[in-house]
């Protein structure tokens, strides 16, 4: 099993609608983090949280909120999606003993 | 403003050769320096790291260098091995925050 879950895997939905990217992990790691990957971009940070009180915005947080249900879990929310969020979204996490971020295998997210 | 650049989008190399992936970056900050590859729909898979005040790190096949006068770093893949084809990202670290390349994709010919 995937130490870093994501789902759903694929998207495709309607602007306005709300969608809402979930995230888990076995790894047991504080740190948490959403970003976007777009074509010819490298990725960039939406979200991240150190702990499940300590949310912080990324560069690109507008349109996005988050929610730190547990340790284990993150979740990225797109209240009302419009097209120029279509992208490819990864989470990560990673321990504050290492450098090294661990990616889920990604949410391909269209909006039509 | 690009922090982190990889400016060569693609690389075809004979298998068996060497693989170098380079990358520079300007902000004197930094104090980790990761490579990432990446296969198709799936995320990057860390790869190897190096502290700013390091200058190589080697594992196995793959080594980093890092030219802090130059702010440039590379990835060398020796031998390179058809497995090896991928999308190889490098990231620049600073406290919290990660700065990702654009991404190289590597090609290892048979």
């Known amino acids: 099993d995937a130490d870093v879950t994501q789902t759903p895997r694929n998207r495709i939905t309607k602007t306005g609608k709300r969608i809402m990217l979930e995230c888990s992990q076995t790894?047991?790691?504080?740190?948490m983090y959403w970003y976007r990957q777009d074509p010819g971009l490298g990725l960039r940070l939406i979200y991240y949280?150190?702990?499940?009180?300590?949310?912080n915005k990324g560069e690109i947080s507008d349109g996005y909120s988050v929610s730190r249900q547990a340790q284990a879990k993150f979740s990225l929310s797109l209240e009302s999606a419009i097209p120029n969020q279509t992208a490819l979204y990864f989470c990560?996490?990673?321990?504050?003993?290492?450098?090294?971020?661990?990616f889920g295998d990604g949410t391909r997210l269209s909006i039509l | 403003d690009q922090q982190v650049k990889q400016n060569s989008p693609s690389l075809s190399v004979q298998e068996g050769r060497i693989s170098i992936l380079n990358c520079d970056y300007t902000?004197?900050?930094?104090?980790?320096f990761l490579w990432y590859k990446k296969y198709p729909a799936e995320g990057p898979t860390f790869l190897i790291s190096?502290?700013?005040?390091?200058d190589k790190n080697e594992d196995g096949r793959f080594t980093v260098f890092l030219n802090k006068s130059a702010k440039h770093l590379s990835l060398h893949i020796v031998p390179s091995q058809p497995g090896d084809s991928a999308v190889y990202f490098c990231?620049?670290?600073?406290?919290?925050?990660?700065?990702f390349g654009t991404g190289t994709r590597l090609k290892v010919l048979a």
């Open positions: 990560a996490t990673s321990d504050r003993a290492e450098a090294a971020q661990h």
């Open positions: 790894k047991g790691h504080d740190r």
């Open positions: 949280s150190f702990d499940v009180k300590d949310i």
């Open positions: 902000n004197s900050m930094f104090d980790y």
């Open positions: 190096i502290s700013s005040i390091k």
């Open positions: 990231a620049a670290k600073w406290a919290y925050k990660y700065i």
